[in-house]
């Protein structure tokens, strides 16, 4: 790379999004950033599955994050209702993973669709492999639709994810007292 190819990725311009002042913000800002904004990103993937992908295929409620907690966990549901709070309170753990592996690409100069690029792949790639080692996963049995499903409501989590991330980082920086 160039020092001009750098200079215009730094700018922006060039179709990516690349921010090379990782270093203004701590790491451990970043990280609190990032699990606030998996959480909402999560928030915004599980709206999408109730409002519009659900009643659209007629699938009902997915009970795999539950799966998963009572599989690594020494916990298990006592009740349909525990059930649920255990399914929604894993789903929304696992999402502050999304945004921590977002604030790590941000962090490392990554920016908008790179860093959402990387985040998904490897967010999407560790969740198919340990489930399907866990024996929860069998996904070479899964339909196209559901293979869609799955993969499109990940990529909505990851930019939802991204740009939640990437509008609080830019407000906190414009918002920063002089010298901070």
Known sequence: ??????????????????????????????LSLGVVAGIAGTAVMTAFQKLVEMPITGRGDSFAPADF?????????????????LNYATHFFLGTGWGAAYAIAAKSGLRGQPAVAATFAAMYTGDLLINTVLGLYEP?????????????????????????????????????????
């Open 69 to 85: 907690a009572e599989k690594v966990l020494p916990v298990k549901a006592g009740s349909d209702s525990a059930r649920r709070r």
């Open 140 to 180: 070479t049995k899964w339909s196209l639709q559901d293979t869609v499903i799955d993969v499109g409501e990940k990529v909505l989590q990851a930019e939802a994810t991204g740009i939640i991330f990437d509008v609080a980082r830019d407000r906190a920086s414009h918002s920063a007292p002089a010298g901070s």
């Open 1 to 30: 790379m160039t020092r001009a190819d750098a200079t215009r990725l730094r700018s922006g311009t060039g179709g990516y999004s690349l921010k090379m002042d990782g270093e203004s913000q701590s790491w451990g800002d970043a």
